[in-house]
T-cell receptor
Framework: GNSVTQMEGPVTLSEEAFLTINCTYTATGYPSLFWYVQYPGEGLQLLLKATKADDKGSNKGFEATYRKETTSFHLEKGSVQVSDSAVYFCALSDNDYKLSFGAGTTVTVRA | DGGITQSPKYLFRKEGQNVTLSCEQNLNHDAMYWYRQDPGQGLRLIYYSQIVNDFQKGDIAEGYSVSREKKESFPLTVTSAQKNPTAFYLC??????????????FGPGTRLTVL
């Protein structure tokens, strides 16, 4: 079956530091890949997505590239802000519409 | 504004009682989903529905029930059979396009506490 493994947290950074959250997946076929973000006390919001190999998703300074050869979809941001403090979830979906989520990585950015 | 609403935001229940969580969407989405989130864990799928009057069990359906009588509504009932119901419950919806995995839109969640 499908599964997603992402880097364990928590991750604590200073403002303007570089952020990387690793995500690898196992799936049959060719899934779509997503990064969702959850701010405290809220639901999840889509951050970015990629639907085929070598696609790069980007939004709000975050980027992730769909790497089929390494089955990875690592999230990066070059300069984080305090407002980026949140829980980040990697997820995949195949054609039956269900999402499989990683465990989530809590990121705290200090001023 | 289009979106997904969940109510209530916080819910308290005594052991042995059933409780129903509301989820409404005005995005005209065909598919709707219920997830459970526990601290330090990812989201786990409880039930999903791709069309009115039809729904399927997810990975952790035991102790839960749902209905889909209207396209815009997908209520979740947490029954007394659910052994550990205290959690954060998230509802989501998506469009349904054949052969394509689409993003899901999430509601703000309901935090259920069993006393």
């Amino acid at each position: 079956g499908n599964s997603v493994t992402q880097m364990e947290g928590p991750v604590t950074l200073s403002e303007e530091a570089f952020l990387t959250i690793n995500c690898t997946y196992t799936a049959t076929g060719y899934p779509s890949l997503f990064w969702y973000v959850q701010y405290p006390g809220e639901g999840l919001q889509l951050l970015l997505k990629a639907t085929k190999a070598d696609d790069k998703g980007s939004n709000k300074g975050f980027e992730a590239t769909y790497r089929k050869e390494t089955t990875s979809f690592h999230l990066e941001k070059g300069s984080v802000q305090v407002s980026d403090s949140a829980v980040y979830f990697c997820a995949l979906s195949d054609n039956d519409y269900k999402l499989s989520f990683g465990a989530g990585t809590t990121v705290t950015v200090r001023a | 504004d289009g979106g997904i609403t969940q109510s209530p935001k916080y819910l308290f229940r005594k052991e042995g009682q059933n409780v129903t969580l509301s989820c409404e969407q005005n995005l005209n989405h065909d598919a709707m989903y219920w997830y459970r989130q526990d601290p330090g864990q990812g989201l786990r799928l409880i039930y999903y529905s791709q069309i009115v009057n039809d729904f399927q069990k997810g990975d952790i359906a035991e102790g839960y029930s749902v209905s889909r009588e209207k396209k815009e509504s997908f209520p979740l009932t947490v029954t007394s059979a659910q052994k550990n119901p205290t959690a954060f419950y998230l509802c989501a919806s998506s469009i349904k396009s054949a052969g394509k995995a689409n993003e899901q839109f999430f509601g703000p969640g309901t935090r259920l506490t069993v006393l």
